[in-house]
Each structure stands twice: as structure tokens, then as C-alpha cells.
């Protein structure tokens, strides 16, 4: 019998769980997997085919094409934030049969800049597409309490599929979808990494839990956050370091060539920074960099500390002057 009560209460809090993410997010409803790179897997392919069209952002994260290639729908990919080139896919998918679907992440993991969200929003609604957003990184930074970018933009009943993450901002694992009931209920059927994997341990379920209390309680730490990322950018900024595109805590360090920025970055590790050293193929060749993001833990003098470093071997290894 205590096996049995110890059985219902782990299904219990699981469900407490993605009641939780779905009332945060003002969605109906969520799925929760083990893995937030499952979440995409677990998405496209049960319920996307042959006959329908994925039309996706080239930046988009790893997950995101991995899942687009295991549903066998033809995918269309448009330049970085081209909204205007994703509209004109959707036009010419216009008399296609099947669904259409539109997907960007929220924040870009490698870049740190944020999707054009609204864009893309009202291109998929002029021609009937499927709306889906990953906001693994968007999760804990953008929006209000950090409820991502469809509540940053105010899009909230206009994108039918939310993917986030467990394991970043939230800082325990795991990941999940949130959309209408019926998808839900569809991919709880149908999403295979979902039934064949196993569930979150209690502990780790509770963990969530709290940290969304935390997030919905402690404003003052998102606050704290984009504090830090300011100070960080600023000071990179007067080193002259080339930071991209960045809008958010995630700045890369743009350096180029692959065996300088993992010179870079080993150099830094031993002068007790850690800044990890980025090539292809998770970027494009040449686009090697520093991938650094701040913590709304990070004291100033943590930031200082980090920026003087920063300086003082980038200038060592001619990435700065």
C-alpha cells in the first residue's frame, strides 16, 4: 500500500508542476519531459508530416532542427530574423495542403538576441500558420517575473506553442510544452520521448516548483540580473570587445578564429574566469567566440574582477588593442 501512495504522490506533484508552468505562462495547459532537448523532439514529430511545411529561423537552436528532421515535413529556413523572408515563404506555401508552421526561439542561445516575436506573429496569422516559440532562454530573463517573450511582447493567445526549458534560469532539469488542452493531450499519446522516458524524480519536480515560487515572489532578482548585464556591457564595450548582436545576459565575446577563442578561453580559466570558447560546428567557421552570460548572483566586484581579466588577456592575444 505505501508503494501505491508513493506512486500517486509522484504523479501528483508532477502535475502540481506543469499546472504551475501553464498558470505562469497563461496557457492552458503543459506537458512536462525529462530533457529540455526531448521538449522540440517531442513536439514536431507527432504531430507534423510529409504533406506539411516547418518554416524556421537558420539560427534557431539545435534542438529545433533535430525535431523539424524527425517529423519529415519539408522545412523552409529564412535568414536570422528575416521576417520579411519568412512572410514571403508563407506566401508561397499559400495554396500548399498540409499545416504550416512558424518557429524562432524566443532568445538566441549562441547570439543573445532576442526573436522578432510580434513580426513573425502577425506573418503566421495572415497566412494561417501555426505559431511556435522556444523560450529556453527567454525563461527566468525576458518578460514579467521572467515569463518569457510572449508576455514581454504581450502576445499572450497568439502563439499556439510555448517550448521551455528547466534546466537554465530555473537552474533544476527537464523541460516542457504548453499550448491549448487538446495538443496536450495529443502529445501525451503521441510524444514518444515523453512516453518512453522516465519522469522527473520527486525532488527534482518540487525543486521546479520552488524556483517558479521564487521567480513569481522575488522580482528583485530579474531586476538584479539585467543590473549586472548593463555593467558587464558596458565594460566590454570601453575594452572594445565586439559582443555581436546581444540584447540579453547571454553576450558572446566574438573573436573568430576557433583555436584563438579556445586560447582565449583556457587563459581566462587559469586567471579564475570562466568564459567557455565556442566554434563550428555550434557556430558557423569564423564566427568562433566567448560565450559569457552574468547571474543575478554575480556582485560587482565578481563583474569588475572578470572585466580586468577580460582586458588584460584579450589584450595578450591581440583580440583587443
Known sequence: MSSVRFICGTEDIHRQLEQKIATFLGTEDTILYAAAFD???????????????????????????????????????????????????????????????????????MEGDIGPLPGLVKAAEAYGAI?????????????????????????????????????????VLGGYVCGSRDLIQFLYHRARPFLFSTSHPP??????????????????RIA??????????EGLKRL????????TPIT???????????????????????????????????KARLRTIVTATHSEEDLDRALSVLGSVGRELGVIP
Open 39 to 109: 521538449a522540440n523532439g517531442g513536439v514536431f514529430e507527432p504531430l507534423f508530416g510529409e504533406q506539411d511545411a516547418i518554416i524556421s529561423d537558420e539560427l534557431n537552436h539545435a534542438s529545433i532542427i533535430d525535431g523539424c528532421r524527425l517529423s519529415k515535413a519539408k522545412i523552409h529556413v529564412f535568414p536570422h530574423k528575416d521576417v520579411a523572408a519568412a512572410e514571403r515563404i508563407l506566401r508561397e506555401l499559400t495554396s500548399a495542403s498540409g499545416y504550416k508552421l512558424l518557429i524562432t526561439d524566443g532568445v538566441f542561445s
Open 131 to 171: 505559431m511556435m516559440v522556444d523560450d529556453a532562454h527567454a525563461s527566468g530573463v525576458l518578460g514579467r517575473n521572467g515569463r518569457g517573450t510572449v508576455d514581454h511582447f504581450n502576445l499572450h493567445g497568439r502563439v499556439q506553442v510555448q517550448v521551455g526549458t528547466l534546466s537554465k534560469a530555473i537552474g
Open 203 to 220: 525532488a527534482v519536480a518540487a525543486s521546479c516548483l520552488a524556483a517558479f515560487d521564487v521567480l513569481e515572489q522575488e522580482p528583485e
Open 224 to 233: 538584479r540580473l539585467w543590473s549586472n548585464t548593463s555593467r558587464f556591457k
Open 240 to 247: 572594445r570587445f565586439d559582443t555581436g548582436s546581444s540584447e
Open 252 to 286: 558572446p565575446i566574438m573573436v573568430g578564429d576557433a583555436e584563438l577563442a579556445m586560447r582565449f578561453s583556457d587563459r581566462l580559466f587559469e586567471r579564475g574566469v570562466f568564459a567557455q570558447g565556442i566554434g563550428y560546428p555550434t557556430v558557423a567557421k569564423g
